[in-house]
């Protein structure tokens, strides 16, 4: 016999706690204030006796087995600081489910607290990516196949404080090489969610302008305050090869002057010092803004300069549930002559900007769910400095179409096409093809 969770706990509801008045905040995004289910849905969730799927979504129409209540009821039961209201509704839907929690036992009663306190998720995940170079008569093409495994385990220390990671294993398919196949640890974090408040410790990715300038892992704290206007401070160190391919020893993608990718412009860099400090407001409108400001001090072997800042803004405009616009500009305090680099139209790469048009999106756990976008960014290297975008490099400006899709639960394809040119040579241009396939589980 199987009930929709909703069916369920309105059931319990009207039994043994019809009077009660609930007053929570909904985290569930598909859970509307006019919905007949939403003040049990808000009460139940902010006691921590239903959780929904981990993406905002409830999913109250979803068929679960009167095992799987039983298992949010033992919760329930174990909880000793619930209120008299709760108390009643947990007794009736003890009373109801009382065969299956019989048949659950200790194991579920008394451990599956214990059990939350560390979760797993991961993702497997394969890319194929072909860079095709023109220039000078020349053309060169650039073909990778990789395939990455990877592991996010989560510890609760206690009610506010847990310790999160990030495990990889790498390799190419191309040479059948990578790391390996080694499993390398990529970040690890303590994290505190307190009310309007958040603080990070250890080696986490940067979130002050994580799409448009740097979006890889520094090394350092984390400081996160506010509701609907956030402001975030960070401060670290970003290691060796964490930040720009144009600046590290054989970045060739960004300098690419009179020869098809000459490596003699490569800098070696060493470790970076760090700090940022971003603003974002989102008030649940159509219209959300962020602003921000990184610093780098690169310690650039041979350079003029290596103290760099970097101002960004951005805003994103959404005008219905399936459309939505965003812009965002960046500007650096220096250009690559600044770095060493004394190569023609360098003042060009101390900006950054980017337009992109989305229409809808594919969601992991919905089966069809699908979207499209249509992008133009302008991509500094001076500036973008390991942006989230795989279409389109650092150091190049052009065009980009992209779209996703799910084809089977929690199984996520995705092509990119960048049709693009080099922001020092216009005579440069790479044409991007950019496959992937993610199971998530």
Same mark, same amino acid.
């Given at each position: 016999?199987?009930?929709?969770?909703?069916?369920?706990?309105?059931?319990?509801?009207?039994?043994?706690?019809?009077?009660?008045?609930?007053?929570?905040?909904?985290?569930?995004?598909?859970?509307?204030?006019?919905?007949?289910?939403?003040?049990?849905?808000?009460?139940?969730?902010?006691?921590?006796?239903?959780?929904?799927?981990?993406?905002?979504?409830?999913?109250?129409?979803?068929?679960?087995?009167?095992?799987?209540?039983?298992?949010?009821?033992?919760?329930?039961?174990?909880?000793?600081?619930?209120?008299?209201?709760?108390?009643?509704?947990?007794?009736?839907?003890?009373?109801?489910?009382?065969?299956?929690?019989?048949?659950?036992?200790?194991?579920?009663?008394?451990?599956?607290?214990?059990?939350?306190?560390?979760?797993?998720?991961?993702?497997?995940?394969?890319?194929?990516?072909?860079?095709?170079?023109?220039?000078?008569?020349?053309?060169?093409?650039?073909?990778?196949?990789?395939?990455?495994?990877?592991?996010?385990?989560?510890?609760?220390?206690?009610?506010?404080?847990?310790?999160?990671?990030?495990?990889?294993?790498?390799?190419?398919?191309?040479?059948?090489?990578?790391?390996?196949?080694?499993?390398?640890?990529?970040?690890?974090?303590?994290?505190?969610?307190?009310?309007?408040?958040?603080?990070?410790?250890? #080696?986490?990715?940067?979130?002050?302008?994580?799409?448009?300038?740097?979006?890889?892992?520094?090394?350092?704290?984390?400081?996160?305050?506010?509701?609907?206007?956030?402001?975030?401070?960070?401060?670290?160190?970003?290691?060796?090869?964490?930040?720009?391919?144009?600046?590290?020893?054989?970045?060739?993608?960004?300098?690419?002057?009179?020869?098809?990718?000459?490596?003699?412009?490569?800098?070696?860099?060493?470790?970076?010092?760090?700090?940022?400090?971003?603003?974002?407001?989102?008030?649940?409108?159509?219209?959300?803004?962020?602003?921000?400001?990184?610093?780098?001090?690169?310690?650039?072997?041979?350079?003029?300069?290596?103290?760099?800042?970097?101002?960004?803004?951005?805003?994103?405009?959404?005008?219905?549930?399936?459309?939505?616009?965003?812009?965002?500009?960046?500007?650096?305090?220096?250009?690559? #002559?600044?770095?060493?680099?004394?190569?023609?139209?360098?003042?060009?790469?101390?900006?950054?900007?980017?337009?992109?048009?989305?229409?809808?999106?594919?969601?992991?756990?919905?089966?069809?769910?699908?979207?499209?976008?249509?992008?133009?960014?302008?991509?500094?290297?001076?500036?973008?400095?390991?942006?989230?975008?795989?279409?389109?490099?650092?150091?190049?400006?052009?065009?980009?179409?992209?779209?996703?899709?799910?084809?089977?639960?929690?199984?996520?394809?995705?092509?990119?096409?960048?049709?693009?040119?080099?922001?020092?040579?216009?005579?440069? #241009?790479?044409?991007?093809?950019?496959?992937?396939?993610?199971?998530?589980?």
């Amino acid at each position: 016999m199987k009930k929709t969770l909703v069916s369920a706990l309105t059931t319990a509801l009207v039994v043994g706690a019809a009077s009660t008045t609930f007053a929570a905040a909904n985290p569930f995004s598909d859970v509307p204030a006019d919905h007949w289910a939403y003040d049990a849905v808000s009460q139940l969730a902010a006691d921590g006796v239903i959780e929904g799927y981990g993406d905002t979504t409830f999913r109250g129409q979803q068929n679960i087995t009167r095992y799987e209540m039983a298992q949010m009821i033992a919760k329930a039961m174990a909880k000793s600081d619930v209120s008299a209201a709760d108390k009643a509704l947990i007794d009736k839907l003890a009373a109801e489910f009382s065969d299956e929690l019989n048949n659950l036992g200790v194991r579920v009663s008394n451990l599956e607290r214990n059990a939350d306190m560390v979760k797993w998720n991961g993702m497997a995940r394969y890319t194929y990516t072909r860079d095709k170079y023109e220039g000078y008569g020349q053309e060169k093409k650039d073909k990778n196949n990789e395939l990455l495994f990877r592991l996010e385990p989560t510890a609760e220390v206690n009610d506010h404080w847990h310790v999160k990671a990030r495990l990889e294993a790498k390799t190419d398919l191309k040479s059948d090489q990578g790391n390996d196949g080694n499993v390398s640890l990529k970040r690890i974090w303590a994290q505190g969610d307190y009310s309007n408040f958040q603080v990070k410790l250890g #080696k986490f990715a940067s979130t002050v302008n994580n799409t448009l300038v740097f979006d890889n892992t520094y090394s350092g704290a984390a400081v996160t305050f506010g509701k609907n206007l956030k402001a975030t401070l960070e401060a670290g160190r970003a290691g060796n090869g964490e930040f720009s391919d144009t600046l590290k020893n054989k970045g060739t993608r960004g300098l690419i002057t009179e020869t098809l990718l000459d490596d003699e412009y490569g800098i070696r860099e060493k470790a970076a010092s760090y700090q940022g400090i971003g603003l974002a407001y989102n008030d649940g409108s159509k219209l959300t803004g962020r602003a921000g400001y990184q610093h780098f001090d690169w310690n650039i072997e041979n350079a003029d300069t290596d103290d760099v800042g970097i101002w960004s803004v951005g805003a994103n405009y959404r005008f219905d549930k399936n459309v939505a616009f965003d812009a965002s500009y960046a500007k650096s305090n220096r250009d690559l #002559k600044d770095v060493g680099l004394d190569v023609k139209g360098d003042d060009n790469q101390d900006k950054s900007y980017a337009f992109e048009l989305d229409y809808k999106g594919a969601q992991k756990q919905n089966v069809g769910t699908w979207g499209a976008w249509v992008a133009y960014r302008y991509l500094g290297a001076l500036t973008s400095l390991k942006p989230t975008y795989d279409g389109i490099h650092e150091g190049y400006k052009g065009w980009e179409v992209g779209m996703n899709y799910t084809p089977l639960q929690n199984v996520v394809g995705t092509l990119r096409y960048g049709d693009t040119k080099n922001l020092i040579d216009n005579d440069v #241009k790479d044409k991007v093809f950019f496959g992937r396939i993610e199971v998530f589980f």
